[in-house]
């Protein structure tokens, strides 16, 4: 089955840095991916659709400028939060779909800004 | 964004006894999807549903695409303690939307 690979699982950082958080297809392409944020005991809220080679769609509230997507490969999609703070630590998951495979999800990366 | 209403938000069993839990919505959808998430893990795939009125099963679990594409419901039989965790539909038509989630806790 389809497999998608987040990377890191866990990042701390000091407020007013910067964060990367990579997802990859492995073994498959995905032309889309989506980016997921989740707070303790609350389901995944999408964040932002990424569109290999072309802009990521943003839901409304999110800050395109705050939250980067880069989707330069057909499998690999980047998340950078730029200019942390405690209020962006959250539990970030990526997805893609391969064919009938369904959707699947990263493992997630625990964001913690101090 | 938009969320599907899941019920109920959480349970508590009694090893051996079967569960169920719906999700509906104000949306119609072309796809449901039924996960579980471990705490600090990624949600896993368990049963997907491509079609109104559609009743799939994998292994002690059955899930149906109901049929006027607003709901979904997902049962569980003969739970056993590896089944704790927390349960998500999701649906998707042009995009793809979590419910709220069911915490799911089985008692030995």
């Known amino acids: 089955g389809a497999v998608v690979s987040q990377h890191p699982s866990r990042v701390i950082c000091k407020s007013g840095t910067s964060v990367k958080i990579e997802c990859r297809s492995l073994d498959f392409q995905a032309t889309t991916m989506f980016w997921y944020r989740q707070f303790p005991k609350q389901s995944l809220m999408l964040m932002a659709t990424s569109n290999e080679g072309s802009k990521a769609t943003y839901e409304q509230g999110v800050e395109k400028d705050k939250f980067l997507i880069n989707h330069a490969s057909l499998t690999l999609s980047t998340l950078t939060v730029t200019s942390a703070h405690p209020e962006d630590s959250s539990f970030y998951i990526c997805s893609a779909r391969e064919g009938d495979y369904g959707y699947t999800f990263g493992s997630g990366t625990r964001l913690t800004v101090v | 964004g938009q969320q599907l209403n899941q019920s109920p938000q959480s349970m508590f069993i009694q090893e051996g006894e079967d569960v169920s839990m719906n999700c509906t919505s104000s949306?119609?959808?072309?796809?449901w999807l039924w996960y579980k998430q471990d705490p600090g893990e990624g949600p896993v795939l368990l049963i997907a549903?491509?079609?109104?009125?559609e009743l799939t099963s994998n292994g002690r679990l059955t899930a149906q695409f109901g049929i006027t594409r607003k709901d979904s419901f997902l049962n569980i039989s003969a739970s056993i303690p590896s089944d704790v965790g927390i349960y998500f539909c999701a649906g998707q038509l042009h995009q793809f939307y979590f419910g709220t989630g069911t915490s799911l806790t089985v008692i030995p």
């Open positions: 549903l491509y079609k109104a009125g």
């Open positions: 949306s119609i959808f072309n796809t």
